[in-house]
């Protein structure tokens, strides 16, 4: 069965600091990648998406992510992390013949102290 | 923008109650989903349609059925709610176009459902 790992769960982080979080799925055929968004109180939205083309790929608030084919990742970075940040991030993959379904990983609490 | 509402941010039911949660989405998306998102689990797919009246058992379907007599709208049904049922429900739509697969998905703010 497809499933996606996310390998923190709670990260925590001044301001300015770098950000790296990790994402592996596991399908073996063409996959398309999202991360998604959800700040404190706030709708679950689209951070980036990746489906061909260049690995590197840029969403918004500054954040990019890059896929490894060979490594089945797709991690999420940002230089700089800012205190507005503090949310909750999700990967998730579908593939053409998921019908549009996306598979969530469990989800990584990132937490910026000012 | 896209708009998806969901009936309830809160709701609190009593065991073996019938409970109802609805969504509506404004931009004619062709698919609905209901997932469940708990801490540390992530959000599972409950059911998914993609037309009216048209539906697809996700991963974790048991204890719920869905309805959909509109295109805009979506309904979760839990025929007699559980304690384990105690979760935060989210409502997403997409598009269908010819690739759906990379759609985004939009999401309702969600509602919190407690079963006493």
């Known amino acids: 069965a497809q499933s996606v790992s996310q390998h923190n769960h709670h990260v925590i982080l001044s301001e300015a600091a770098s950000l790296e979080l990790g994402c592996n799925y596991s399908?073996?055929?063409?996959?398309?990648l999202f991360w998604y968004v959800q700040y404190p109180g706030q709708h679950l939205q689209l951070l980036l998406k990746?489906?061909?083309?260049?690995?590197l790929v840029k969403g918004i608030k500054g954040f990019e992510a890059e896929f490894i084919k060979s490594k089945f990742s797709f991690n999420l970075r940002k230089p700089s992390v800012q205190w507005s940040d503090t949310a909750e991030y999700f990967c998730?993959?579908?593939?053409?013949?998921?019908?549009?379904?996306?598979?969530f990983g469990k989800g990584t609490k990132l937490s910026v102290k000012p | 923008d896209v708009k998806v509402t969901q009936s309830s941010r809160y709701l609190v039911k009593r065991t073996g109650e019938k409970v109802f949660l609805e969504c509506v989405q404004d931009m004619d998306h062709e698919n609905m989903f209901w997932y469940r998102q708990d801490p540390g689990l992530g959000l599972r797919l409950i059911y998914f349609s993609y037309d009216v009246k048209m539906k697809e058992k996700g991963d974790i379907p048991e204890g719920y059925s869905v309805s959909r007599e509109k295109k805009e709208r979506f309904s979760l049904i839990l025929e007699s709610a559980s304690t384990n049922q105690t979760s935060m429900y989210l409502c997403?739509?997409?598009?269908?176009?010819?690739?759906?697969?990379?759609?985004?998905?939009?999401f309702g703010p969600g509602t919190r459902l407690l079963v006493l």
């Open positions: 998730a993959v579908s593939h053409g013949g998921s019908q549009g379904n996306l598979i």
């Open positions: 990746y489906f061909s083309g260049d690995p």
């Open positions: 997403a739509s997409s598009l269908r176009p010819g690739d759906y697969s990379k759609e985004t998905q939009y």
């Open positions: 399908y073996g055929g063409t996959v398309n």
